[in-house]
């Protein structure tokens, strides 16, 4: 089992140890690579599947503002704040600056 509490290098010419996460009580962690070596084939899949769904949402955004007649950063502010908590809080800050540019341009 590849089990180690800290590693060491060369930084600067000074030894440094590996920094790891802390556990609940704050202590460093027991660092082990072969629970990460267990994980690669799993998350080098979903990262994929992550790259692949970025793009097609980008293909999608892209497309819908084409159709919409809209900026696509529009169109994927809208789609981030719709599918997130923060809605209204986005339509408040929209309204207050579609207010101030037309006050400023009034000016």
């Known amino acids: 089992m590849e089990s180690v509490q800290t590693g060491?290098?060369?930084?600067?010419?000074?030894?440094k140890k590996a920094a790891g996460r802390k556990d609940k009580r704050n202590q460093p962690a027991v660092i082990e690579v072969a629970k990460l070596r267990e994980d690669l084939t799993?998350?080098?899949r979903l990262k994929t599947a992550?790259?692949?769904a970025s793009?097609?949402?980008?293909?999608?955004?892209?497309k819908s503002a084409e159709k919409?007649?809209?900026?696509?950063?529009?169109?994927?502010?809208?789609v981030n704040a719709y599918t997130g908590e923060n809605f209204e809080e986005e339509h408040?800050?929209?309204?207050q600056m579609s207010l101030a540019f037309e006050e400023i341009a009034k000016a």
């Open 55 to 62: 793009e097609d949402f980008n293909g999608a955004v892209t």
């Open 50 to 52: 992550l790259d692949e």
């Open 42 to 44: 799993k998350l080098k």
């Open 68 to 78: 919409s007649g809209l900026l696509s950063s529009v169109v994927r502010k809208v």
């Open 8 to 15: 060491t290098g060369k930084m600067n010419g000074k030894d």
């Open 92 to 95: 408040r800050k929209v309204e």
